[in-house]
């Protein structure tokens, strides 16, 4: 993307619609208060929707929106595509 920055949710609606990515291999960390670390990361089949302002999580019956200012990290396959404040993590 010519060296702009992308956001959390652009790299994950690429992850979801591109072919080339199994959606379960995705990993997402977000800030979770309370959980160790006050972080909690969740796979891809764990990932209901990505809605405009939030991506919804858990289980059909107990959706949570977790807004995509709270992501902190997006990997897949354990490489690391996008980070929180990273320059130049975009290998999309």
Not at 6 to 30: G, M, N, T, W
Not at 69 to 74: A, G
Request: charge should be negative; hydrophobic fraction near 35%; proline fraction near 5%.
């Amino acid at each position: 993307m010519g060296g702009a920055l992308r956001k959390s949710r652009e790299i994950l609606l690429r992850c979801f619609h591109d072919p080339a990515f199994i959606f379960s291999d995705v990993q997402v960390c977000y800030i979770d208060r309370g959980a160790p670390g006050n972080e909690s990361c969740v796979g891809g089949s764990r990932i209901l929707a990505l809605d405009p302002q939030y991506m919804e999580i858990g289980e059909e019956h107990e959706a949570s929106p977790i807004p995509y200012h709270r992501i902190t990290r997006i990997t897949y396959r354990g490489e690391v595509l996008w980070e929180r404040g990273a320059k130049k993590l975009d290998s999309l």
